[in-house]
């Protein structure tokens, strides 16, 4: 999946965002023209693959292609030349990156953090995007980096959705350290949105092995506290795992511990590794075949469930978990990273499954093989 | 884009270093017990257990524990809040919000309300003390002023759910006054936007259809008693006749042909002649599509009372008793069927659960006042169903008030309410304040006062801390001996299966 495309500038001296069309008799203020010739309208600003000689309107020339833009994506065009996608309409899965910078560091992390201040300029492109989205809009993600280090702008920004797309759902993920202040919960809770979910990951219920794989100390403390401080607002939670050598060992414990001590959660997923960003480098740290932890995973899925706990299983293939586990596995992969092995076009049960991360196809178990009807009555 | 000044680098730690650099740990409250020769369990102040090695508690308390030879041991007792790095730890406030909620079965305070309807009943039963076969109902009916002033008591409570459960007797004897207290509640606690639930505690053998017609339309349950097989039964509870099992079983058909499976419960009490039959008395309740069962143990007031050394031998009678028909129980969940026990399930949902149990028989404080109250067919107004069985024998120790003379203050309040509290939480009672078991037992003065004659109670000989004693630490050592009966335990506490 392509999100970004380079092309030669003419005219752009501020950001630009927008809303993508290629049908001529489509004009308005939030419109960039998608075509070789330029159409004579109300445009903010024209794409093209084509050489430009003059234009009267911001321009990207010489674009290698253009096809991954459907009418109704939202971009952004910059002074350097690039177009990026921040906005896919035919797409279930779009997420805000709110920042890339973090105050964890997890080891398994998928997208590193960064040490810069992209916040004002991340806060001031999506506080244009938002309006452009499609008030059918099913479900947003806000993830990061932390996004609630944002600060104040993570407020306006939950204000600005809440206020353009009451009926979409909005996905936090946040570590929910920043919720130890209560403070910070209680301003959340007055945005009153009953749409908005959390996302926060506890990977044990011992704060040395949590802050080891966060490799943040206080981490696990502050999480805690920002899970139950949320609680007390009625702030709706998930709790996110993910399944890895350091995670294991106590999994069957941290199933325990988070009926005890948060039991208000709505929602608990464990989830496979990804094998991208800090993963490849910790990988001897990370790495256990997701067949040889069935068993902890079986025992931590069933017993929350079993309490009427709503658990799911993300990132994970059907064939490599036993049949009792099928019912919790959730095909969570967003569509533009998620790929089969070659050996999965044969399974009967492909298109239930998961599947993979595109970046997992080079790491992954090796217990995977496709499922054949017939074997799977049998063991029914 | 500024670069921020970063973290000192983001070079990845090993876990040592995210480890508290502490020299020593502090204790937070907690309590234990030797739960075998090899074994002893620890039980913090919200109710959590871990089992360990014989000796671990004293290893603890002489800070004989260390983080690296005992990782996972240290991570188990930080985790479960059985000791801290920090003085006051940071998670103390999950702590508190966890206490909070196990005793959050106060917040409501009294929600069921026993009407004794009738004394009047056509059953002779042993083990009843109370009942009465006569026809005089002006003497032992509930006057219509008296269910009156019950219904405004009742509505008076701060609670929003309430359980109106009319006992006799036979309750089924005076259908007509249960109808007319149903009728005069329902438009009262509409106003006040109170939820009632009705229960009805009958023998079932003057069950009829315009009975059950009525039940069903107004979403009344039933409530009714199977002590066993026929040969048990019939002789545990007698009538003229001696048909008292075929009229009950007949009653259950026809109940729930009516009302459904789900409206209509049955409990059995435990006799000298039960105690000799436990997997009878299991497999009775299974044939008779019943899914679970509530082993009670013999009532304390059929004890010879003061009387230490029968007393002991009977509980451990019972104790023996109840373990058969659990151990039988469990064979049938073994075998796929769901089929619980009621009271170890009580116990079980205090030591798994984070949730209140408002169990009135096993509470601290204790149940009584805080979450039952009875208005006797005469008027009077008890602590509990066991105090108006005290007061048949002529011990009226826990009667508040009457209906006539006093007003809610006075009944839940007054004099006798404010002395009985005193004894009503085991966290101060001698003997209790130092158990390990404490948060999944309760305090019970109305059994101390009839068995040992103090409110008080003494634990050394007292019946109650033996039963309780001894089925805790043995549903305990059975879920850590056996993983599958720690699974099937896991099954009967679920939130799912709400029965």
Redesign the interface.
């Known amino acids: 999946m392509i999100f970004r495309a380079k092309g030669i500038p003419t005219g752009v001296n501020d950001l630009i965002v927008g809303v993508i069309t290629r049908n001529p008799d489509h004009h308005g203020e939030s419109l960039i023209w998608v075509g070789d010739e330029f159409n004579y309208g109300s445009y903010i600003a024209h794409l093209s693959c084509q050489s430009i000689e003059a234009s009267i309107v911001p321009t990207i020339a010489n674009i290698q292609a253009l096809d991954h833009l459907s009418d109704g994506d939202i971009v952004s065009i910059g002074q350097d030349g690039i177009v990026r996608t921040v906005y896919r309409v035919n797409s279930f899965y779009n997420t805000i990156l709110a920042t890339e ?1 973090c105050n964890s ?1 997890c ?1 398994m992390c998928s997208q ?2 960064k ?4 916040i004002p ?1 991340l806060f001031e492109l999506y506080r244009r995007v938002i309006p452009l989205i499609p008030k059918d809009c099913l479900e947003l993600t806000i993830s990061g980096g932390e996004p609630t280090l944002m600060g104040e702008y993570f407020f306006e920004l939950l204000e600005l959705i809440t206020r353009e797309l009451p009926k979409t759902d909005i996905h936090i993920l946040t570590n929910g350290r920043t919720f130890a202040w209560n403070h910070f919960a209680e301003r959340l809770a007055q945005i009153g949105n009953p749409r908005m979910m959390l996302g926060i990951p506890v990977y044990a ?5 949590h ?2 794989i966060v ?1 943040a ?2 981490a696990f ?1 502050q999480t ?2 920002g899970l ?1 401080n949320l609680a007390r607002y009625g702030i709706r939670l998930e709790i996110r795992v993910v399944l890895h050598q350091q995670s294991i060992p ?1 999994l069957s ?1 941290l199933a325990r ?1 988070i ?3 948060l ?1 208000f959660a709505e929602h608990v997923t464990f989830m496979g590794l990804e094998y991208t960003g800090y993963t490849p480098h ?1 990988i001897e740290k990370l790495w256990i075949d997701p067949y040889d932890y069935n068993k902890e995973l079986t025992e931590a899925v069933e ?1 929350l469930a ?3 706990m709503h658990v799911s299983i993300y990132n994970a293939q059907l064939c490599v978990m036993p049949e009792r586990l099928w019912g919790y596995a959730r095909k969570s992969i967003s569509d533009w990273k998620n790929d089969y092995l070659p050996a999965c076009q044969a399974c009967s049960k492909l298109h239930d499954c998961g599947g993979l991360f595109t970046w997992n196809l080079k790491k992954c178990s090796a217990h995977i093989q496709p499922v054949f009807e017939d074997v799977n009555l049998l063991t029914s | ?4 000044s ?2 000192t680098n ?1 070079k ?4 040592g ?4 650099q502490q020299s020593n740990y502090f204790l937070l409250p907690f309590r234990f017990h030797r739960l075998n020769d090899d074994k002893e369990v620890l039980v913090n102040e919200v109710g ?1 257990h871990l089992v360990v090695p014989l000796g671990t508690a004293g290893r603890i308390i002489q800070r004989q524990l260390s983080i690296e030879e005992d990782a996972d041991l240290y ?2 007792l ?2 479960g809040f059985f000791i801290a790095e920090q003085e006051v730890p ?2 103390i ?2 702590l508190a ?2 206490y909070r909620t196990k005793k959050s079965f106060l917040d409501q305070f009294t929600s069921l309300h026993l009407f004794v309807i009738t004394l009047r009943c056509e059953h002779t039963c042993h083990y009843c003390q109370v009942s009465r076969v006569t026809t005089n109902k002006d003497e032992f009916d509930m006057r219509y002023e008296h269910i009156n002033k019950g219904i405004e008591l009742m509505l008076q409570s701060p609670s929003d759910y309430l359980t109106m459960e009319f006992q006799g007797g036979e309750a089924l004897l005076a259908f007509d006054k249960i109808v007319y207290a149903i009728e005069r509640t329902k438009p009262l606690a509409a106003k006040l936007e109170k939820q009632v639930t009705y229960v009805i505690c009958t023998n079932l053998a003057v069950l009829d259809e315009d009975i059950l017609a009525y039940c069903k339309t107004n979403n009344v349950l039933l409530s009714t008693s199977l002590d066993g097989p026929g040969f048990i039964h019939n002789q545990n509870r007698r009538r003229p006749g001696n048909n008292s099992y075929e009229l009950t079983i007949k009653g259950i058909e026809l109940a729930r042909k009516w009302l459904g499976t789900g409206n209509l419960s049955a409990l059995m009490t435990t006799t000298n002649l039960s105690l000799d039959h436990p997997t009878e008395i299991v497999d009775e309740y299974f044939q008779q599509g019943f899914r679970s069962i509530f082993l009670r143990p013999v009532s304390p007031y059929g004890f010879a009372l003061k009387n230490e050394k029968k007393n002991k031998y009977e509980i451990e009678r019972f104790i023996n008793f109840y373990k058969k028909a659990l151990h039988h129980i469990l064979d049938y969940n073994k075998r796929g069927e769901f089929f619980r026990e009621e009271y170890a399930t009580i116990i079980l949902k205090k030591i798994l ?3 209140p149990v408002g169990y009135v028989d096993l509470n601290s404080p204790a149940g009584a006042i805080t979450n039952v109250i009875l208005f006797n067919y005469d008027g009077a107004v008890y602590a509990s169903d066991e105090s108006r069985m005290l007061a048949e024998s002529g011990d009226f120790t826990f009667r508040l008030g009457h209906l006539d003379t006093d007003t809610y203050g006075d009944i839940f309040y007054g004099e006798k309410a404010q002395a009985l509290s005193e004894v009503m939480v085991n966290e101060t009672l001698p003997g209790c304040s130092e158990c390990a078991f404490q948060s999944y037992c309760g305090a019970d003065p109305v059994h101390n006062h009839a068995t040992q004659g103090s409110v008080w109670g003494y634990r050394p000989t007292s019946t109650f801390c033996q039963k309780n004693m001894e089925l805790i630490r043995y549903l305990i050592e059975l879920m850590d001996g056996d993983p599958q009966t720690r699974q099937i335990f ?2 009967w ?4 299966r709400a029965s």
């Open positions: 910078r560091n080891l590193p953090p040490d810069r201040n992209d300029y219920d011992y704060y040395q092995v802050d080891y490799q100390r206080g403390d805690i506290l139950h106590r414990r511990y009926f005890k001590n039991p910790n017993f079993g309490q009427g | 884009m500024e670069t921020l970063p973290r983001r990845f730690k090993d876990i270093y995210y480890a508290e959590d991570g188990d930080v985790a940071a998670l406030d999950v919000t966890r659960t984070p949730f896991e099954g506490i679920s939130q799912r």
